[in-house]
């Protein structure tokens, strides 16, 4: 069953998607490559409990590495990509080539690039942390401006996209 709640967040409002209690997306307001609002199942505002706690110590500066079950639906190369993701250390960045290079597959940053773009659990699976060759802030499904405040947030999570205090996701 898909089931789906909408909360903001200081990025925006945030769409959480689950399957059979799973997190199988988290979609910003505009972003590119949202799928149709019919996708996304019945609304259940009171669920997603273990995301938006763990969403809310990430923003309050407290999480670095997300701990929930994830099913991600893409290729298998798009799925590798989603993993490889995951091992970018919280505060640091890595360009689509090296991930291409990491990944075995030197000549692939552009379906590196592709495979990121479609990743349906952003933030979660950091594809915030990936960069042009030359350090350039290029393509974010959620908007240049949202992964330029990621990126500064984690390098310096003193200063905590939530104010003190604030830490409930609603």
């Known amino acids: 069953m898909v089931k789906y709640t909408v909360v ?14 799973m ?4 979609y910003m307001h505009e972003q ?5 609002q019919e996708r996304f ?5 009171a669920g997603f409990g273990a995301v938006k706690e763990q969403l809310a110590e990430y923003f309050a500066g407290e999480r670095t590495v997300f701990d929930l079950p994830l099913r991600l639906h893409g290729t298998p190369f798009q799925r590798t990509v989603w993993e490889a993701l995951c091992e970018i250390p919280y505060g640091e960045t890595t360009s689509y080539g090296e991930l291409a290079e990491r990944l075995g597959r030197p000549g692939a940053a552009r379906a590196v690039g592709l495979a990121n773009g479609k990743n349906p659990v952003g933030i979660i699976v950091p594809c915030h942390r990936v960069v042009g060759s030359t350090g350039a802030l290029t393509g974010y499904g959620g908007g240049i401006d949202v992964k330029r405040r990621l990126l500064d947030f984690e390098r310096a999570p003193e200063l905590a996209l939530f104010p003190p205090g604030e830490r409930a996701l609603t």
């Open 23 to 26: 997190l199988s997306g988290l």
């Open 32 to 36: 590119r490559h949202r799928p149709p």
């Open 8 to 21: 903001d967040s200081p990025v925006g409002p945030l769409t959480l998607v689950g399957e059979d209690g």
């Open 41 to 45: 199942g019945e609304e259940d505002p």
